[in-house]
Every structure is written in C-alpha cells, then in structure tokens.
C-alpha cells in the first residue's frame, strides 16, 4: 500500500475512537450563573476611590491654576524695616541694594525702568570716574562726579525701597 493511505486510514481509526457524545456548550442562563459564583477581585469601593481622587486633583489643578497657591520664593526676602536711612554712608547703601534680589517676583513696568536706567547710569558714571581717575583728572571734576554717583544711589535705594514695600503688601 501507498504510505499515504495508511496514514489516511490511521487517522480514520483515530477519529472513530473519539467519544460520540461531546459535551456541548452551555447556554446563557449557565454562562451568567457561572459568572455569579466567581469570586470578584479588586478593592471594594474602588471606583468611588477613584472619582474622588480624580475630582481632589482637579479641584487642586484650578486652584494652582487661577492663583489660589503661589511657591515660596528660595531666595531669602530683604528685611524692610533694615533699609539704610537717608543719610548713611554710601557703601552702607550699596550693601543693603546687595541684599536685595536681582529682581523682585513680580516686576511692574514703570518702576523696573527706573531700576534699570538708575543703573545704567551708575555703571556710566563708574566708567567716567575711572576714567578720570587713570587720566588725573581735576580733584574738582573727580568729586563731582562721586557726589553724582551718591546721589543716583541714593534714588535707586529709595526706589528699590518702595519697590519691597510695595511686595510685601501684596
């Protein structure tokens, strides 16, 4: 015989082994009461759990969001009752401006300006003063200008000072 066919008839043998009765699927009435009996797994009241965080974190998004939290700022905040009074010495002045932040948190426009064109010509008289000072210049032109720089930081500490005062009443 051909090695085909007995494979063929071996199978047929194999099939007719096979019980005749299988057992049938079961029915929906089965399926849901089977479904019934299992035990369930998860954490009672986890959806509950679930809404209330989801609801929790929401209300703290809005709230963060419309200016509800504002961050403490890292850099320590100058101490406004030490400001320097009017009439002390120069460097007493430029420590307390050291002290102070760069730049406040939140900056208006109007006085930023005058911050920074207080500086600059600061900066300008520093240049014009060592200038003079490398050129020999007149005693007279040199304390000029050093009472002209006394004076722009003067304004920028009466200026810085109001800007703290306004900071901290917001």
């Known amino acids: ?52 965080t989801v609801l929790v974190l929401t209300v703290v998004a809005l709230w963060t969001r419309l200016g509800g939290w504002a961050p403490q700022s890292a ?13 002390l010495h120069i460097l007493d002045m430029e420590r307390w401006l050291a002290s102070l932040p ?22 300008q008289v520093d240049d014009l003063l060592s200038t003079e000072r490398l050129q020999e210049a007149q005693p007279a032109r040199l304390l000029a200008l050093q009472r002209e720089r006394s004076r722009l930081v003067g304004t920028l500490v ?12 917001r």
């Open 102 to 123: 760069s730049e406040p948190a939140v900056v208006r426009v109007g006085t930023r300006a005058a911050v920074m064109g207080l500086e600059d010509r600061i900066a």
């Open 1 to 52: 015989m051909h090695p085909d066919l007995e494979q063929q008839q071996a199978l047929a043998r194999r099939l007719r082994e096979l019980p005749h009765a299988a057992a049938q699927p079961y029915d929906w009435q089965e399926f849901r009461h089977r479904a019934e009996r299992r035990p369930r797994h998860g954490i009672p009241g986890a959806r509950a759990i679930a809404a209330v």
């Open 158 to 169: 009466q200026v810085r000072y109001a800007e703290t005062l306004a900071d901290e009443s």
């Open 75 to 87: 850099q320590p905040q100058p101490d406004v009752a030490a400001a320097p009074a009017p009439g």
